[in-house]
């Protein structure tokens, strides 16, 4: 017996009725992982400490730094202390052989290449932090880390400085072509994207404006990598609003909050970054002195966020 054209159209909507649950349910499951996989990339870093040990809780503000790593005899003492990432400049030689050594202009010669220090750190279970100081470096570079990537237990981040930024007099690196020497590269890696700054005593200094955070995220949106700002924190108080528009742009974006040696820092100033953003996604590369002081301020464990 034949349908009626009542139970025709019956049929049909309940068809369309399966149609748009099955195809809700495709699409909710599809992006589901896009967007765990995007927030595990940002807290990355932190959950490897987290899985060896070496940090007790989801907070990147208790990840410590070894600095300027450009000597064997640095490296040899950042392997052995108790830090967990250690960061070294990385340049071409000034003299022949030109090849990528450890070093931070003015110097152009040092006592250990690139080469040699990957091969001192690989096994280890630190974390390694190459700040590129020139885009010539940056090929070779990238291959030689290529050879050692599977020795590598601990996470890789990849820094340079390349947009302009408040007060900044160096020029930054090309950002189109060390993000072509680097992306496809370093797929696994950290990408730590900054600004050339300056800061001086005797001056109003500018903070990061809206611009200089657009031109970002311009940059940087359709990478895959997580990526860290390194942004400079005696410049931070007045652009609270900037960084905070650039972090709700993906869950992939985090700050790394940096100082130089001479700027005066009112560590105070920091905890609105603290305070209004997960503590997973703000690191703190400061002085001893500095982080300790910022540790024990009454607000530094207060949080509007729920923290994981």
Known sequence: MGLNKLSVRRVCVLLLLVAVVTWTWYFMKSEAPSRASAASMAERTVGYFLKT????????????????????????????????????????????????????????DSDITLQDWLKMVVNSDKGIKLDFKSQEAVVESMALLDKVRDQLKGPVWINADILPGPGGTNAPLDAQAFLQAVAMKAEGDVLSLGWT?????????????????????????DLT?????????????????????????????????????????????????????????????????????????PGYTVSKLEQS
């Open 53 to 108: 040990g070496a940090l007790k809780e989801r907070s990147a503000a208790d990840i410590r730094w070894a600095h300027a790593a450009n000597s064997k005899r640095r490296i040899s003492e950042a392997l052995r202390d108790s830090t967990h990432m250690i960061e070294a400049d990385v340049l071409l030689r000034g003299r022949e052989p030109k090849e990528p050594i450890m070093a931070h202009p003015p110097d152009n």
């Open 197 to 221: 700054t300056g800061w001086s005593p005797n001056k109003n200094n500018p903070g990061y404006s809206w611009e200089m955070v657009q031109q970002m995220e311009a940059v940087c949106k």
């Open 225 to 297: 990598q997580p990526v860290t700002f390194p942004v400079r924190a005696a410049l931070l108080p007045q652009s609270f609003a900037q960084f905070q528009w650039l972090l709700q742009q993906s869950d992939r974006y985090t700050l790394t909050i940096w100082t130089g040696k001479s700027d005066v820092l009112n560590v105070e100033d920091l905890l609105p970054y603290r305070q209004n953003f997960s503590k997973s996604r703000i690191y703190y590369d400061l002085l001893e002195s500095q982080i300790s002081k910022f540790k024990s301020l």
